[in-house]
C-alpha cells in the first residue's frame, strides 16, 4: 500500500492536466486515471537505461501504450507530477516515489511533498522547460 501512489491517483482523477515526470513510466491504477486526462509523460528511454531499468519502463510502456516525451540523452532522476484541478488550482507533488506501482508492490518506503505553493509549482514548471522538455 502506498498512500502517495493512491492520492497522486485521486488527484489524477480529478484533473483536467497532469504533466508527469519520473524515471519510470506511469504503471497501475496512476496510469490508467492518467488516460482520462490530458497528460503530458515523460520519463527515460528504455535505451538510455540501466539493464535493470530498461526492462521495467520496456514493460510498463508495453501494458500502458504510453510514450515518452523525454528526449534528452541525460538520464533522468527527477520525479513530481503538476496536476491541474478541474477549478484551475494546481497541485504539485515531488519526492522520492517513482509513481509506478512496482514499487509499491516491492514495498519501497518513500517521502513526497503535496503543495499548492505557487513559488513551488513554478520552480518545478522552470525546471522543466529548462532540463525536461
Keep these: 500500500h502506498s498512500a502517495i501512489y ?4 485521486e488527484l489524477a482523477l480529478q484533473s483536467t492536466h ?6 519510470y513510466c506511469p504503471s497501475g491504477r496512476l496510469a490508467q486515471a492518467l488516460r482520462k486526462t490530458d497528460h503530458d509523460i515523460y520519463f527515460n528511454q528504455p535505451e538510455r537505461s540501466p539493464l535493470l531499468n530498461r526492462f521495467l519502463i520496456r514493460m510498463n510502456m508495453v501494458l500502458t501504450g504510453f510514450r515518452s516525451a523525454y ?7 527527477a520525479k513530481y ?3 491541474t484541478l478541474k477549478d484551475g488550482t494546481k497541485v504539485a507533488m515531488t519526492g522520492s516515489h517513482n509513481f509506478a506501482y512496482a514499487g509499491v508492490l516491492f514495498g519501497t518506503r518513500e517521502v513526497a511533498l503535496e503543495t499548492k505553493d505557487p513559488a513551488v509549482i ?12
Excluded at 513554478?122 to 522538455?133: G, M, N, P, R, S
Design 6 to 9: 493512491r492520492r497522486a491517483r
Design 18 to 23: 497532469v504533466l508527469f515526470v519520473s524515471q
Design 71 to 77: 528526449q534528452r540523452k541525460k538520464y533522468l532522476h
Design 81 to 83: 507530477l503538476i496536476f
Design 122 to 133: 513554478t520552480q518545478l514548471e522552470t525546471f522543466t522547460k529548462k532540463k525536461i522538455v
